[in-house]
């Protein structure tokens, strides 16, 4: 006798008859905020996690990113964003978009605040957490609803790259956690691709791009190629007027970088001689300009090209030896990768090409 067979739950039809639950569970945070804050701040930090990967979201985020906000009030609270010009920083815009985000609070309050609003959330099984690791979790489904429920999705989005950028801004100890936090970073980057404003908003969508596309190369991220080229697009048209390196000029040399690192030596190459060309203009011991000569002679040592390598690089550690102090990190670095080039070989390379690299400054250092 052929048995009844209950016909599958369509993946649709199972997702709306969750989700439904799920608002039932943000309707009764709704009810509540109007006696207990915490609630309303447990709705808005569900929007953020959103817009993250949905695995792993740590309590160490938000800490460092309240820390660092104080730092960017103080040295960059009254910049005029067009006339500093540089996007190797990140503004007041992005603690505003992180405050609208979650928590505006006092700073000793937040981590209160975050525990009870984190603790709504786990009781209504929305979020997962992991008590060791200070770290919640959504499943894919609550992830997929609470980026479907978002009103005003810009802020959500923008919170998110902003609390990242943040957090992983002007603290080196951040840097080993950087392999754990790709993920997020890639989800919220690609979050931020259709994302158009005012120009204004232009930089400072940048300015988060930028730092958390650095954060994504320390990480091997596999798509920090492809979020540098559609950065390199957003910075091509920004107007600019005293920064000494045009914002796209970081971004060139940063997705250099990023091309060397995943084995596109060959466009890495002509990328760099672009901005090693630009930086000439720089004073000879400027360190945006010995940095990028630095990289073009470990692209030309990994494109084949010993010579011009040896050579480029016998110009950074001499200007490198005559400014900084043995044992300085930078000195260091470019001491060390010249003496493992030579050991590879015996001969004392000279190159024409090397040679029309000019390393006289121009105007103070100064772009015009």
Same mark, same amino acid.
């Given at each position: 006798?052929?048995?009844?067979?209950?016909?599958?739950?369509?993946?649709?039809?199972?997702?709306q008859?969750?989700?439904?639950?799920?608002?039932?569970?943000?309707?009764?945070?709704? /009810?509540?905020?109007?006696?207990? *804050? &915490?609630?309303?701040?447990?709705?808005?930090?569900?929007?953020?996690?959103?817009?993250?990967h949905?695995?792993?979201?740590?309590?160490?985020?938000?800490?460092?990113?309240?820390?660092?906000?104080?730092? +960017?009030?103080?040295?960059?609270?009254?910049e005029?964003?067009e006339?500093?010009?540089d996007?190797?920083?990140?503004?007041?815009?992005?603690?505003?978009? !992180?405050?609208?985000?979650?928590?505006?609070s006092?700073?000793?309050?937040?981590?209160?605040?975050?525990?009870?609003?984190?603790?709504?959330?786990?009781?209504?099984?929305?979020v997962?957490?992991?008590?060791a690791?200070?770290?919640?979790?959504?499943?894919?489904? +609550?992830?997929?609803?609470a980026?479907?429920r978002?009103?005003?999705a810009?802020d959500?989005?923008?919170? *998110?790259?902003?609390?990242l950028?943040?957090?992983?801004?002007?603290?080196?100890?951040?840097?080993?956690?950087? &392999?754990?936090?790709?993920?997020?970073?890639?989800?919220?980057?690609?979050?931020?691709?259709?994302?158009?404003?005012?120009?204004?908003?232009?930089?400072?969508?940048?300015?988060?791009?930028?730092?958390?596309?650095w954060?994504?190369?320390?990480?091997?991220?596999?798509l920090?190629?492809?979020?540098?080229?559609?950065?390199?697009?957003r910075?091509?048209?920004?107007?600019?007027?005293?920064?000494?390196? @045009?914002?796209?000029i970081?971004v060139e040399?940063?997705? *250099?970088?990023?091309?060397h690192?995943?084995?596109?030596?060959?466009?890495?190459?002509?990328m760099?001689?672009?901005?090693?060309?630009?930086?000439?203009?720089?004073?000879?011991?400027?360190?945006? !300009?010995?940095?990028s000569?630095?990289?073009?002679?470990?692209?030309?040592?990994?494109?084949?090209? /010993?010579?011009?390598?040896?050579g480029?690089?016998?110009?950074?550690?001499?200007i490198?030896?005559? !400014?900084?102090r043995?044992?300085h @990190?930078s000195?260091?670095?470019?001491?060390?990768?010249? *003496?493992?080039?030579?050991?590879?070989?015996?001969?004392? @390379?000279?190159?024409?090409?090397?040679?029309?690299l000019?390393?006289? @400054?121009?105007?103070?250092?100064?772009l015009?």
């Amino acid at each position: 006798m052929q048995k009844d067979i209950l016909p599958a739950e369509p993946e649709q039809a199972r997702y709306q008859t969750v989700s439904t639950t799920f608002e039932v569970s943000a309707e009764s945070l709704q /009810r509540l905020k109007s006696t207990d *804050a &915490s609630a309303g701040s447990a709705l808005v930090l569900l929007d953020i996690p959103g817009f993250m990967h949905h695995r792993d979201v740590s309590e160490e985020i938000f800490v460092r990113a309240w820390k660092y906000e104080e730092v +960017v009030l103080v040295e960059y609270g009254n910049e005029n964003v067009e006339e500093d010009g540089d996007i190797e920083h990140l503004s007041a815009w992005h603690v505003a978009r !992180r405050r609208a985000g979650f928590s505006s609070s006092p700073p000793h309050e937040r981590l209160r605040l975050f525990r009870k609003a984190r603790a709504h959330l786990e009781r209504l099984s929305l979020v997962s957490l992991d008590r060791a690791a200070k770290s919640i979790s959504l499943h894919s489904m +609550v992830h997929a609803w609470a980026r479907e429920r978002v009103v005003h999705a810009y802020d959500a989005r923008t919170a *998110a790259a902003s609390t990242l950028a943040l957090s992983s801004e002007g603290d080196q100890s951040w840097r080993p956690f950087s &392999s754990e936090l790709a993920r997020h970073y890639e989800s919220s980057s690609a979050s931020l691709h259709d994302i158009s404003g005012i120009q204004i908003e232009q930089w400072e969508l940048c300015r988060m791009l930028y730092a958390n596309a650095w954060q994504m190369y320390r990480a091997s991220s596999v798509l920090t190629v492809s979020i540098c080229k559609d950065l390199l697009k957003r910075t091509q048209d920004l107007p600019y007027r005293l920064s000494e390196n @045009p914002p796209v000029i970081g971004v060139e040399y940063l997705l *250099a970088m990023a091309q060397h690192e995943s084995g596109q030596i060959d466009e890495a190459v002509q990328m760099l001689e672009h901005v090693v060309k630009v930086h000439e203009e720089l004073a000879e011991d400027h360190p945006s !300009r010995l940095a990028s000569q630095h990289a073009l002679a470990g692209a030309y040592q990994a494109n084949g090209q /010993r010579a011009l390598a040896i050579g480029l690089l016998n110009r950074v550690v001499a200007i490198k030896q005559k !400014r900084l102090r043995v044992g300085h @990190p930078s000195r260091t670095v470019s001491e060390q990768f010249l *003496a493992d080039m030579q050991e590879e070989g015996t001969q004392s @390379p000279t190159d024409a090409s090397v040679e029309a690299l000019s390393l006289t @400054p121009v105007s103070g250092g100064k772009l015009q």
